[in-house]
């Protein structure tokens, strides 16, 4: 099953000067008021340049990402599996912003936890491809063998289009690197578990069908994917995974009372902004992410890497 971008053609990213502001953004609710006769996409691109520029100058940084535990409800989860603790990174980013250092730290403050899983669902590059470097170096000894697994996001696309530098570099690192397949992660003393995962919707080539081949039939499974609008091709599986992980909308990234994220890169509305989404018997954990798009500021959508603690589901978890 071939996965193509959405008809509906959502921005690829936050503030993406080419994207139509729609339905999915403040600026175009606003856009179709009178008073507002100014095209969105020239405020978007002005004021993302302009705010850049300006908290380069000032050297700032965003704050650290909130480390903190939740619990997950899943109504399918295999008592062997109950527990089981999963650290979701996504949407790093690295920048003058959120640098490599930044990542390095952020790596022992994940490791110290010492979750079962790392799942990093996608945007680890931005837009410069000299991070490559350092970048396994920052991500060397996340976790124990086995047990850290990537996607690719649109900015990893974009940055390297033929991946293979990025590949090379997350082998090296110790990270299971998903392009549409599936891999049995090492969780000693515990069922077995799979970890699928797809390209980007966007600037890859996303096959879900070659990934769940992978999968032993009948078997666990969780599934990563950059974009959460890949869980709409999820709901007519037979075999679901028991989680879906996703990142690429940042909450949002600046959220606004009343008016909510400027810029929503979804073509679902705010259906998949960020946190637990139960969607037709579907779990799918949204993360805000780690660092920044320009302009490189959050309001309202605070840096996160969730660590998730897996539960079964009981008679008081609404499914919808």
Known sequence: ??????ELRPPRELFDSH????????????????VFRIPARLVNLLGSLAATRLLSALHWRPPCPDLRQREVALPDLPDGLVGLRVAHVTDVHCSEFFTTGDLERLKRRVAALAPDLVLITGDLLHRDDRVLAE?????????PPGTVFAVRGNHDRQVDPR???????????GVILLDNTAAEARLPGRPRLWIAG???????????EAALDAVPSGRPYLLLTHSP????SLLSLEHRPLLVLAGHTHG???????FGPLVLPSAHGTRYQAGLVRRKGLTVQVSRGVGV?????????????????LRKAGPGDGQQ
Not at 229 to 232: I, K, S, V, Y
């Open 163 to 173: 991946g293979r530098r990025f590949a090379e570099v997350l082998r090296a690192a």
């Open 252 to 258: 949002g990234q600046v959220v606004l009372p009343l």
């Open 19 to 34: 994207a139509r502001a729609g339905e999915h953004s403040a600026l175009g609710r606003l856009g179709r008021l009178e």
């Open 135 to 143: 970048l396994g170096r920052a991500l060397a000894g996340l976790g």
């Open 198 to 208: 797809i390209d980007d919707i966007w600037e890859g080539e996303p096959d879900l």
């Open 293 to 309: 798009v320009e302009p490189p500021l959050r309001i309202g959508a605070p840096a996160e890497v969730p660590i998730l603690c």
């Open 229 to 232: 609008d890949t869980a709409e």
């Open 1 to 6: 099953m071939q996965l193509r971008e959405p």
